[in-house]
């Protein structure tokens, strides 16, 4: 058995394999703002007091654990059979913690809850979240210092943006110079759950190093002029970095005599989440793009070399299994679609019927932007004359406008994500890539993907997990419809016309 954890934007996530069958044998979820409601999220994070700012408590994912780990003992999981563990968690964001952070999981007590064990390890008492983009100055600040942004692109494989971990970090320091001088560690979420895991600070992997504007894309180490340029003693205080494969230890004596899972069970390293949904949707050699249609719309696919995108909206990150991914983000996604339903106060089932009404050149499109949206950077805009059809045909217009840099279309797209249980977004998409669209059975690919990551790190074959959990239980693929291809040459010209207005 494998477990996979995933701690997303809204909830933590674990997914349980037999490799050996070739099943999955539970699944289990902790939904962050209706079971843990003492820390007063609205899907899963609080507003900070400047317009941009989005924080988490860490202490909320800390208490996801237990949580999560308690409800699957309850369904008689067996946790006694898991022979390693691996995670993935939202991208970018940062976890500052003190010197009594290692000296604490060293120590922990299985009869006291983490979260009361941990309470005091923290530096900092929220975490910038991957939606947060409140460092546009400090963004200024770090480009000023390397002497502009193609520096940074060419050393970290992005240019310098607000919700990657430099500029957070910076900002923090500058705002409150006693707390960083205080910081012992500046972990992300994922290192950070893989340090309670395991009992010790764990490294930081490649795939999500990748997304904090402090590694060196091609030598996988932190690069000191970009660290330099972030905050003074940026580099001492992290952790330090491997390949996501690694076995970081074997799992914390606190899960053993609290949740029963052996002793010997190999912990990998955690990723991010986009990184791990590569593994769990099965694309880890070029040739497919993945849309994920979580939180974030994500759109991402496997590539050998580390090319990267001209306009410097786009991402290079690592691939868990080795060589990159290449990743465009955009903050509009689920979130964007949910305020639509609820301001025209409709079901889902009337959203997804309303996009499988066939358009004509003369539908409306919308720019797509509920919040601020980074791919491109533009501000929110009026939403009162938006449709379900007009705001899901914007948001897939836009990504395919941005999507050029991945290189030329493949085969098929795979989608994942719980939007994409949606028939009328898959059609949308299908007609809008001119492109068949595949759906996984299961939309919880990260978690997936961690499972199979650990599976892999403990010498199961990747070729044989992929066949397993992804390729064979694809669902019947999504065809354009006739007339489609014509229709969104002229939607596609009506939205990009807008969206340089
Ligand atoms: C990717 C990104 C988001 C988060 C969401 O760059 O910021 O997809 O990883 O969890």
Same mark, same amino acid.
């Given at each position: ?162 919700? $990657? @971990? &430099?500029? !957070? ?5 500058? %705002?409150?110079? =006693? #707390? ?119 759109? $991402? @696919? &496997?590539? !050998? ?5 001209? %306009?410097?909206? =786009? #991402? ?186």
């Amino acid at each position: 058995m494998y477990l996979g954890l995933d701690c997303s934007t809204q909830s933590l996530t674990a997914t349980l394999i037999n490799a050996e069958s070739g099943t999955v044998e539970i699944q289990e979820s902790v939904h962050f703002e209706t079971e843990l409601p003492h820390y007063q999220t609205h899907h899963g994070f609080v507003r900070g007091a400047e317009p941009d700012e989005f924080f988490c408590d860490p202490l909320m994912w800390v208490e996801a654990l237990d949580l999560l780990l308690e409800k699957m003992k309850k369904s008689n999981a067996p946790l006694d059979q898991i022979k390693a563990i691996s995670g993935s968690a939202q991208q970018h964001s940062t976890v500052y913690l003190n010197h009594n952070f290692e000296r604490t999981l060293a120590h922990l007590r299985s009869d006291l809850p983490l979260v009361e064990q941990l309470k005091d390890s923290f530096t900092r008492p929220v975490s910038p979240i991957w939606l947060d983009a409140s460092t546009v100055k400090e963004c200024d600040e770090i480009i000023e210092t390397l002497g502009g942004n193609r520096e940074s692109v060419q050393r970290t494989g992005s240019s310098i943006i607000p919700r $990657f @971990s &430099a500029s !957070q970090i910076r900002k923090h320091a500058k %705002q409150f110079p =006693g #707390h960083w001088q205080d910081t012992f560690k500046v972990h992300l979420v994922s290192s950070f759950m893989g340090s309670l895991m395991v009992g010790h600070s764990a490294n930081i992997d490649y795939g999500d190093g990748a997304g904090m504007n402090l590694m060196h894309i091609t030598r996988r180490n932190w690069d000191k002029k970009m660290a330099d340029a972030t905050a003074p003693g940026t580099i001492k205080r992290l952790p330090g970095l491997a390949s996501t494969t690694d076995i970081a230890g074997t799992v914390s004596h606190y899960f053993t005599q609290r949740y029963g899972i052996p002793a010997d069970a190999k912990c990998a390293h955690w990723t991010g989440d986009n990184p791990a949904s590569l593994v769990g949707m099965g694309v880890t050699t070029p040739g497919e793009w993945v849309i994920s249609l979580g939180t974030s719309y994500t759109l $991402f @696919s &496997a590539t !050998q070399t580390p090319f990267v995108d001209p %306009q410097g909206y =786009g #991402h290079i990150f690592g691939n868990p299994l080795g060589n990159y991914m290449s990743l465009s983000c955009f903050k509009n996604g689920a979130l964007a679609c949910i305020a639509l339903k609820e301001q025209l106060n409709i079901t889902w089932d009337d959203f997804d019927r309303a996009l499988l009404v066939p358009r004509t050149p003369d539908s409306p499109v919308s720019l797509p932007f509920y919040d601020t949206e980074i791919t491109p950077p533009a501000r929110a805009v009026d939403q009162s004359k938006t449709t379900a059809a007009s705001l899901v045909d914007g948001q897939f217009l836009n990504m395919r406008h941005h999507s050029l840099w991945h290189g030329p279309a493949p085969e098929s797209i795979v989608v994942t994500g719980g939007i994409s249980q949606s028939d009328g977004v898959c059609q949308t998409i299908a007609n809008i890539f001119q492109r068949p669209i595949k759906r996984l059975y299961t939309h919880a690919s990260a978690s997936l993907g961690a499972a199979m990551i650990a599976a892999y790190a403990d010498g199961h074959q990747i070729e044989q997990l992929a066949h397993d959990f992804c390729k064979s239980k694809q669902r019947r693929a999504i065809t354009p419809q006739p007339d489609s291809e014509v229709i969104y040459t002229s939607l596609g010209e009506k939205f990009t016309e807008l969206l340089y207005r």
